[in-house]
């Protein structure tokens, strides 16, 4: 009688368990990677091009002199009472800013928006 041989084959489990933690490894790290590129900043540019927007959205223009609310000239004390009469809070509020405009009045707008919880807010900036 002959002894056959079996042939010999590496045992890939180790193998196996490395490529899984290298790849959960990547995974991990490239997430985050992500969260850094998102803390970069653009400024924005000055325009006074109107964009055109749905009716379910709330519109507020800031120049260095002046407030509009919906398309009308006002003073922080109508934009507080007319926030104050929002009732569906989900609406967009949709909020242009001049790059001129002080940091001061642009926070004053922006506590105004917290006071009523109209937190569905974005910043229109040009490209």
């Known amino acids: 009688m002959t002894k056959r041989r079996e042939p010999l084959t590496p045992d890939l489990t180790a193998l196996i368990d490395v490529v899984f933690i290298l790849l959960i490894f990547f995974m991990v790290s ?19 091009e109107k964009l055109e927007v749905e009716v379910k959205q709330i519109n507020i223009e800031l120049s260095v002199k002046d407030i509009a609310f919906g398309g009308n000239k006002i003073s922080l004390k109508e934009l507080d009472s007319k926030l104050a009469t929002i009732t569906k ?3 967009a509020v949709i909020v242009r800013i001049d790059k001129d405009v002080a940091y001061e009045k642009i926070v004053k707008i922006l506590d105004l928006l ?5 937190n569905n807010l974005a910043l229109v900036t040009n490209k």
């Open 89 to 91: 809070k989900e609406k």
């Open 114 to 118: 917290q006071k009523y919880n109209l």
């Open 30 to 48: 490239s997430v985050f990677k992500k969260e850094e590129l998102a803390l970069s900043l653009a400024l924005p540019t000055s325009s006074s």
